[in-house]
């Protein structure tokens, strides 16, 4: 009996590790098999969903996965979108460079706006949201945000209904994305995967997914439903005015942490490599433009296939600096793919994590983005435009300058004080 299960052990093994997991996607599923694929604009004053601004979809071609992902895009309201930004960044040479921040909020358990104030210097106001903004551009590719709407469908429980997700809310109270983009001035599209959990008496429903903000206007509006596994996962799509007068894709991602048994036989445990190869043929589809994708992959090693594969499709990402993001896993990562006659330049040195989390259990990361032609800068007010990392510390317990004394830094060494600690910013010439 036992050579008979070990045969039929080995055989399954056989065939599941000899198998190529499908990832053939499709445009266009905006079929009216779920209603919550139609755009609707976040404020009265946003161009009609008919406009050149509508959402494109696309998705799996099999039938599995239509069929699982139409299931639980009908527990979920429509995406929103505010494609024109009211914050207004003081650029004095125009766009010459560019922030791209990937972070993983865990459902309002992260603090946004405190991030935005630390992190990217914008001050978000509770009643008017500031005119003014940072001394640079930059764009939020955010993973688990969320929306609580009391017009969401009913959802009672079921297989199409995750278990809520309740962090531990920040100092402020946990804020939806749309209250945060308002506040904030920023443009926004935000596009929910799932239910936040079923319906609770006393508590108003949450859909929650991928959502990208930014001090430019967003435009190509997408949608991307990647290959269904454990759960349903949109990733989030636009194209930004870039550097050097480029237009620039940018992809807000997340992949499935793990899948059933049942799938994970059937794909050979190429869950995140079925989802990330979905991904890559659908943005392939697209148009020919610089493209920066950045996500919750879900790794638990930097050495995984579905990173490896990525890494093809994204020859020009920069280099994992081996640091985690969540606990001892490395799953945030900011990956890049130029074109041909780009005059953009990611800069590798510029790419680092953030050393706090701000309530989320991801740390967050950032990455520039500088035009060929932008000139050098020399002001320490202007730090905020260049590349660079910080280090944040308590002067009464960490002294900077003998840890610092027998280093050569190849830039600029400027010390600013924010709050209680004392900033460190290494910049790059």
């Known amino acids: 009996m036992w050579t008979t299960r070990l045969i039929l052990t080995a055989g399954v093994v ?47 071609a099999q039938t599995r996965d239509i069929d699982k992902n139409n299931a639980w ?16 960044p ?90 945060v983009a308002e506040r904030c001035g920023l443009a926004l599209l935000y596009v929910p995967s799932a239910r936040n959990g079923p319906d609770e008496p ?22 991307i ?17 870039g550097p050097s007068g480029e237009r620039i894709r940018v992809v807000s991602v997340h992949l499935d942490v793990a899948s059933t048994l049942s799938r994970t036989l059937i794909s050979g445990n190429a869950t995140r490599l079925r989802q990330a190869m979905g991904l890559v043929v659908a943005l392939e589809s697209m148009n020919s433009l610089a493209t920066v994708v950045g996500g919750d992959f879900n790794t638990w090693s930097a ?19 081996g640091r985690p993001t969540r606990g001892p896993f490395p799953p945030d990562h900011i990956l890049y793919r130029t074109v041909q006659g780009s005059r953009i330049d990611l800069v590798e040195e510029s790419y680092r994590r953030f050393e706090e989390t701000y309530g989320s259990d ?9 035009g060929q032609d932008a000139g050098p800068l020399s002001h320490a007010d202007e730090v905020g435009q260049r590349p660079g990392f910080h ?23 400027l010390v600013q004080p924010t709050r209680d600690h004392v900033r460190h910013d290494l910049v790059f010439p």
């Open 303 to 321: 050495d995984e296939s579905a990173l490896k594969n990525l890494a093809v499709h994204f020859p020009d990402s920069p280099p994992w600096d």
């Open 225 to 241: 439903e990647l290959p269904f596994e454990a759960g349903r996962k949109v990733a989030v799509v636009a194209t930004i005015p």
């Open 90 to 179: 003081e650029v004095p040479n125009g766009i010459d460079s560019l922030a791209i921040v990937t972070w993983n909020t865990n459902v309002g358990g992260g603090d946004l706006v405190a991030f935005l104030a630390e992190e990217l210097q914008v001050t978000c106001e509770p009643t008017e949201p500031a005119n003014l903004g940072p001394p640079f551009h930059f764009v939020i590719l955010l993973q688990e945000v969320y929306r609580a709407s009391a017009r969401l469908p009913e959802a009672l429980g079921g297989p199409n209904i995750p278990v809520r997700i309740e962090p531990d809310p920040p100092p402020g109270g946990r804020l939806e994305i749309l209250e």
């Open 73 to 88: 895009c009908r527990t979920v309201e429509p995406p929103v979108f505010l494609t024109l930004p009211r914050l207004r």
């Open 362 to 370: 991801h740390a967050g990361r950032i990455v520039w983005l500088r």
């Open 14 to 60: 056989t065939l599941v590790s000899g198998c190529v997991p499908s990832h053939t996607m499709q445009p266009g599923l905006d079929d009216g098999s779920c209603p919550a694929r139609y755009l609707a604009p976040l404020s009265v004053n946003q161009p009609a969903a008919g406009d050149p601004d509508q959402l494109t979809w696309s998705g799996p």
């Open 202 to 223: 006393g508590q108003v429903p949450e859909d929650k997914g991928n959502a990208i903000l930014s001090t430019l206007p967003l435009a190509d509006l997408a949608a």
């Open 391 to 413: 280090l944040r510390h308590d002067p009464a317990t960490m002294d900077l300058d003998r840890l610092f004394a027998d280093v050569e830094f190849p830039g600029d060494y």
